[in-house]
């Protein structure tokens, strides 16, 4: 799995502001609390999912597929190179792992939640992809090492405190998390290394830009979907991210 030697991660600090009015903060919380609730009913004692060909079993405790989750997926499955060594960052039940092995050469699966790593683990035995794809516990970068051709990453919407390792997937307090991923992403790919992420404006959108243009990314939308939530136009997007030539001055470490 794309071994060398390690680079090595800034950690960040809590040093997220919101780029939202109050009023657009409290409205993500609500809806944030409402689907918390809907998906740990609907979750029960687990759920399978027959999604773009492959069969995924999805414990209670790990982030169902979404009504959304095609954007990324279809994305992947367009993106994939057969020589392409991907790291699938915060993998949940495997599912974009799964489809990125489905044509690369190495997959490697990591999440912090230790039962979506052993779903993600069987699911790819389960849709024949075991031999090209690796599952690992990583808090972001943490035990990744190597360099990659493509980097997957579905991070959280939410800024708030997970109240436990299910609502992790969906929430990461003031960004921490995605923040570290952005600050360290260019030392694990390779010169023409390429990303893809997905988000929304059900999060904060504007502060995903702002990292990412900090740390010198070119944004290219490839799948874009709205709906109406409570009168309220919600966009999601599919990011293909591309290095520009030149690297951000260095940071202190946090």
């Not at 009913?41 to 597929?65: C, D, H, K, M």
């Not at 690796?134 to 808090?139: A, I, L, N, T, V």
């Amino acid at each position: 799995m794309a071994h060398t030697d390690p680079p090595h991660s800034r950690p960040t600090g809590s040093s997220y502001t919101p780029m939202l009015s109050a009023a657009e903060a409290e409205r993500i919380r609500q809806w944030h609390q409402r689907a918390y609730e809907t998906a740990r009913t609907e979750a029960g004692s687990g759920q399978t999912f027959t999604y773009l060909g492959r069969t995924l079993v999805v414990p209670p405790e790990v982030q169902p597929i979404t009504g959304m989750s095609h954007l990324l997926g279809e994305a992947v499955l367009n993106e994939v190179r057969p020589d392409d060594q991907v790291l699938d960052m915060g993998t949940g039940c495997g599912v974009n792992a799964i489809l990125a092995a489905s044509t690369a050469s190495s997959v490697l699966a990591v999440d912090i939640n230790p039962i979506a790593v052993q779903a993600a683990r069987d699911n790819a035995e389960r849709n024949n992809v075991a031999d090209r794809m690796e599952s690992r516990h990583s808090d972001v970068f943490s035990h990744v090492d190597g360099r990659f051709d493509l980097i997957i990453f579905d991070p959280p919407f939410r800024w708030f405190a997970a109240r436990d390792l299910f609502e992790a997937a969906t929430t990461d307090e003031n960004y921490r998390a995605m923040t570290t991923f952005f600050r360290n992403a260019r030392r694990y790919l390779t010169p023409k290394g390429r990303m893809l992420t997905f988000f929304g404006t059900s999060g904060d959108l504007a502060y995903l830009k702002q990292l990412t243009d900090e740390e010198g990314f070119t944004r290219q939308v490839i799948a874009h979907q709205d709906l109406i939530k409570d009168g309220w136009k919600v966009d999601y997007f599919t990011f293909r991210l591309t290095q520009t030539s030149a690297a951000p001055p260095p940071r202190p470490a946090a």
